[in-house]
Protein backbone atom coordinates (compact mmCIF):
# COMPACT_ATOMS: atom_id res chain seq x y z
CA UNK A 1 0.00 0.00 0.00
CA UNK A 2 1.32 3.56 -0.67
CA UNK A 3 2.63 5.63 2.46
CA UNK A 4 -0.52 7.93 3.63
CA UNK A 5 0.40 10.98 5.27
CA UNK A 6 -1.14 13.91 6.46
CA UNK A 7 0.54 17.20 7.72
CA UNK A 8 -0.49 20.72 8.81
CA UNK A 9 -0.20 23.41 5.70
CA UNK A 10 2.16 26.04 6.14
CA UNK A 11 2.48 29.37 3.97
CA UNK A 12 4.73 27.53 1.53
CA UNK A 13 1.47 25.68 0.45
CA UNK A 14 -0.61 28.57 -0.83
CA UNK A 15 -0.01 27.88 -4.19
CA UNK A 16 -1.11 23.96 -3.82
CA UNK A 17 -4.13 24.76 -1.56
CA UNK A 18 -5.31 27.62 -4.18
CA UNK A 19 -4.98 24.59 -6.99
CA UNK A 20 -6.97 22.47 -5.24
CA UNK A 21 -9.47 25.20 -4.54
CA UNK A 22 -9.82 25.66 -8.39
CA UNK A 23 -9.86 22.16 -9.29
CA UNK A 24 -13.03 21.53 -6.54
CA UNK A 25 -14.99 24.77 -7.54
CA UNK A 26 -14.42 23.03 -11.10
CA UNK A 27 -15.60 19.83 -9.72
CA UNK A 28 -18.88 21.67 -8.10
CA UNK A 29 -19.15 23.57 -11.21
CA UNK A 30 -18.42 26.89 -9.98
CA UNK A 31 -15.34 28.03 -11.72
CA UNK A 32 -16.44 31.60 -12.26
CA UNK A 33 -17.37 31.43 -8.18
CA UNK A 34 -13.47 31.69 -7.51
CA UNK A 35 -12.52 35.22 -6.73
CA UNK A 36 -9.63 34.91 -4.42
CA UNK A 37 -5.96 34.62 -5.56
CA UNK A 38 -2.87 32.47 -4.37
CA UNK A 39 -1.73 35.57 -2.35
CA UNK A 40 -4.86 36.34 -0.58
CA UNK A 41 -5.27 32.51 0.47
CA UNK A 42 -1.61 32.91 1.92
CA UNK A 43 -2.76 36.27 3.54
CA UNK A 44 -6.16 34.86 4.85
CA UNK A 45 -4.54 31.52 6.25
CA UNK A 46 -0.58 32.20 7.33
CA UNK A 47 -0.25 36.23 7.24
CA UNK A 48 -0.75 38.09 10.98
CA UNK A 49 -4.50 38.66 10.10
CA UNK A 50 -5.09 35.17 10.10
CA UNK A 51 -8.66 34.28 11.77
CA UNK A 52 -8.36 30.71 12.67
CA UNK A 53 -9.07 28.76 9.09
CA UNK A 54 -6.50 26.03 9.31
CA UNK A 55 -5.45 23.79 6.38
CA UNK A 56 -4.14 20.00 6.45
CA UNK A 57 -2.46 18.30 3.07
CA UNK A 58 -2.80 14.56 2.29
CA UNK A 59 0.30 13.22 0.30
CA UNK A 60 0.77 9.45 -1.19
CA UNK A 61 4.54 8.99 -0.77
CA UNK A 62 5.36 12.83 -0.83
CA UNK A 63 3.03 13.69 -3.47
CA UNK A 64 0.08 16.00 -2.29
CA UNK A 65 -3.20 14.73 -3.54
CA UNK A 66 -5.56 16.55 -1.58
CA UNK A 67 -6.49 18.63 1.29
CA UNK A 68 -8.99 20.21 4.09
CA UNK A 69 -9.79 23.37 5.47
CA UNK A 70 -11.60 23.46 8.78
CA UNK A 71 -12.51 26.23 11.45
CA UNK A 72 -13.80 25.78 15.12
CA UNK A 73 -17.19 27.02 15.76
CA UNK A 74 -18.90 26.87 18.75
CA UNK A 75 -23.03 25.04 19.71
CA UNK A 76 -24.54 27.17 22.18
CA UNK A 77 -26.49 24.15 23.28
CA UNK A 78 -23.75 21.85 23.71
CA UNK A 79 -21.44 24.22 24.93
CA UNK A 80 -18.01 23.40 23.23
CA UNK A 81 -16.75 24.00 20.14
CA UNK A 82 -16.88 21.99 17.16
CA UNK A 83 -15.17 21.59 13.75
CA UNK A 84 -16.57 23.04 10.53
CA UNK A 85 -15.25 21.21 7.61
CA UNK A 86 -15.50 23.82 4.47
CA UNK A 87 -13.35 22.36 2.07
CA UNK A 88 -12.23 18.16 1.66
CA UNK A 89 -10.84 17.54 -1.99
CA UNK A 90 -8.89 15.13 -3.52
CA UNK A 91 -7.39 15.15 -6.97
CA UNK A 92 -9.68 13.02 -9.25
CA UNK A 93 -6.53 10.45 -10.16
CA UNK A 94 -6.56 9.66 -6.27
CA UNK A 95 -9.86 9.35 -5.50
CA UNK A 96 -10.30 5.98 -4.34
CA UNK A 97 -7.48 5.12 -2.50
CA UNK A 98 -8.70 6.13 0.71
CA UNK A 99 -7.26 9.83 0.83
CA UNK A 100 -10.54 11.55 1.76
CA UNK A 101 -11.73 8.73 4.64
CA UNK A 102 -8.26 9.81 6.01
CA UNK A 103 -8.76 13.36 5.82
CA UNK A 104 -12.40 12.87 7.04
CA UNK A 105 -11.19 10.58 10.04
CA UNK A 106 -8.18 13.34 10.76
CA UNK A 107 -10.31 15.90 11.45
CA UNK A 108 -12.88 13.58 13.33
CA UNK A 109 -9.55 12.41 15.47
CA UNK A 110 -8.95 16.42 15.98
CA UNK A 111 -12.50 16.71 16.91
CA UNK A 112 -12.31 14.12 19.89
CA UNK A 113 -9.10 14.92 20.66
CA UNK A 114 -10.07 18.59 21.58
CA UNK A 115 -13.49 17.88 23.17
CA UNK A 116 -15.60 18.91 20.87
CA UNK A 117 -19.05 18.42 20.60
CA UNK A 118 -19.79 18.33 16.72
CA UNK A 119 -18.07 18.08 13.21
CA UNK A 120 -20.07 19.50 10.56
CA UNK A 121 -20.01 20.18 7.08
CA UNK A 122 -22.40 20.94 3.39
CA UNK A 123 -22.74 19.13 1.01
CA UNK A 124 -24.33 20.27 -2.43
CA UNK A 125 -27.60 18.03 -3.07
CA UNK A 126 -26.87 16.86 -6.66
CA UNK A 127 -23.40 15.21 -5.44
CA UNK A 128 -24.35 11.71 -4.54
CA UNK A 129 -20.78 10.25 -4.52
CA UNK A 130 -20.01 12.82 -2.06
CA UNK A 131 -23.26 11.67 -0.13
CA UNK A 132 -23.07 8.16 -0.68
CA UNK A 133 -19.32 8.59 1.34
CA UNK A 134 -20.35 10.77 4.01
CA UNK A 135 -23.29 8.25 4.82
CA UNK A 136 -21.17 5.10 4.41
CA UNK A 137 -18.63 7.38 7.14
CA UNK A 138 -22.07 7.80 9.77
CA UNK A 139 -22.35 11.11 8.58
CA UNK A 140 -26.40 12.07 8.82
CA UNK A 141 -27.66 14.74 6.93
CA UNK A 142 -29.23 17.87 8.52
CA UNK A 143 -32.49 17.82 6.50
CA UNK A 144 -34.39 20.36 9.18
CA UNK A 145 -32.00 23.19 8.47
CA UNK A 146 -31.28 25.34 5.82
CA UNK A 147 -28.95 27.19 5.06
CA UNK A 148 -28.85 31.32 4.42
CA UNK A 149 -26.10 33.49 3.40
CA UNK A 150 -25.74 37.00 2.97
CA UNK A 151 -22.63 38.08 0.35
CA UNK A 152 -21.43 40.41 -1.79
CA UNK A 153 -23.56 43.30 -2.81
CA UNK A 154 -26.55 42.09 -0.29
CA UNK A 155 -23.78 42.05 2.65
CA UNK A 156 -22.87 45.15 2.13
CA UNK A 157 -26.52 47.01 1.45
CA UNK A 158 -27.51 45.29 5.03
CA UNK A 159 -25.00 46.27 6.88
CA UNK A 160 -25.63 49.83 5.75
CA UNK A 161 -28.97 49.38 7.04
Known amino acids: MDHLNIRPATAEDSALIYRFVRELAEYEREPDKVT ?6 RDALFGPGARGAQAVICEIDAEP ?25 VSPEHRGCGAGKALLRHLAQKAVAEGCGR ?17 ACGAVAMDEWTGYRLAGEAL ?3 AQG
Not at 36 to 41: A, F, G, I, Y
Open 156 to 158: RRF
Open 119 to 135: YEWNVLDWNEPSIRFYE
Open 36 to 41: TSEDEL
Open 65 to 89: VGFALYFYNFSTWVGKYGIFLEDLY
